[in-house]
């Protein structure tokens, strides 16, 4: 759902039979809360990225660079994934993910790529989960997890966590003896 859009820029099939494809994604880009007192609050809420991709039937390989286009000043994140037969477990995948974050921002750099890298951990977890959950359902299995249960929004346990805590602090109704 954080996906806006998704455009094809350029797609071309090489001589060696490799695809080669470029796409402009948006997506939504929630601002931390300490961002708001450094950033007007007019700020776009909107990422552009790009992502050039390659698929090699020869090699039997799937390897992605992204990078975001705009709000670099603030933080660049650079990421290449590379999807490959694995040779020691046939019938498997494996994953090499490597990502390159960077602020230009005087003062404040190393907090704020620190702050992108452990946003960048939690997004991974939830996007492996997903690619998991899509892989099952391609393959016609039924996951042993949801997706929703795994998953949750951080404000709805935030809000499940202040309900239980203010009905226990709730005062009592008197009892009624008859």
Excluded at 49 to 74: A, C, F, G, K, Q
Excluded at 89 to 100: G, S, V, Y
Excluded at 107 to 135: C, D, H, T, V, W
Aim: hydrophobic share 35%.
């Amino acid at each position: 759902t954080h996906v806006l859009t998704e455009d094809v820029v350029y797609r071309e099939v090489t001589t060696d039979h490799r695809l080669l494809s470029r796409r402009l994604l948006m997506k939504t880009n929630r601002l931390p809360r300490w961002a708001d007192r450094f950033f007007p609050g007019g700020m776009s809420h909107c990422v552009y990225i790009m992502e050039d991709s390659i698929v090699d039937p020869v090699n039997r390989s799937l390897t992605t660079y992204t990078w975001n286009l705009n709000h670099t000043t603030l933080m660049s994140v650079e990421e290449r994934c590379v999807f490959q037969d694995s040779a020691e477990q046939p019938a498997t995948t494996q994953l090499k993910r490597e990502a390159w974050i960077s602020s230009s921002i005087f003062g404040f750099s190393k907090p704020i790529q620190e702050f992108g890298l452990a946003r960048f951990k939690s997004n991974q977890l939830k996007a492996m989960k997903g690619l998991e959950y899509a892989l099952s359902n391609l393959q016609g299995e039924t996951p042993h997890w949801l997706l929703r249960d795994t998953v949750k929004p951080a404000s709805e346990k935030t809000k499940e966590t202040a309900k239980t805590l203010a009905s226990a602090a709730a005062p009592q109704k008197p009892r009624q003896y008859v």
